[in-house]
């Protein structure tokens, strides 16, 4: 009887809101504020893939409070300006440069890199992780650099990340 019934008051699937870019901003900004980011989780989540904004990860750029957005979609979009703006008490957006080119670019390039140099999984390392534009890469810290490329080595946390030339 009362497992096949469902409490009258619990949210179902379908009437349970999404975060909008606005609540998502302040509870980012607040998580990332309480703790240090560690190696081993980088990146804030905010959105999801069902959202009708889609998905971006946030970094924080420490010791700054000073926030980095990661993606292509509406969220992340949202989430730029509303840092950007000075929207969120006490936090701000990295600056990146204005213009912005879509990592699927690069892919050619990544492509003629060898395999046993990374090439092609570097790129899908990259897209994985949530870059969507080749600016976003350099302006990572290398802790963020060190988790996306799944090495702890000391060559590869030395390296310096770029985006192959393009033809």
Known sequence: MGAARQDAGAPTPSSTSK?????????IAAELGEF?????????????????????????VEPARVLD??????????????YGDGAIAGWTLLPLPESRTPLEHYQP??????????GARGYKQLTYAGFAYAEEVPARTREVRGH?????????????WRCPRSA
């Open 69 to 82: 957005v990661i993606g292509a979609s509406e969220m992340a979009e949202q989430l730029r300006t509303l």
């Open 148 to 160: 996306v490329s799944g090495s702890r080595s000391r060559r590869a946390r030395r390296r310096r």
């Open 109 to 118: 390039a990544f492509k003629a890199i060898p395999q046993r140099e990374g």
């Open 19 to 27: 975060p909008t870019p606005e609540a998502e901003a302040r509870r």
């Open 36 to 60: 240090h980011v560690t190696e081993d989780f980088p990146f804030a989540v905010a959105g999801s893939v069902t959202s009708p904004w889609g998905v971006a990860r946030v970094i924080r």
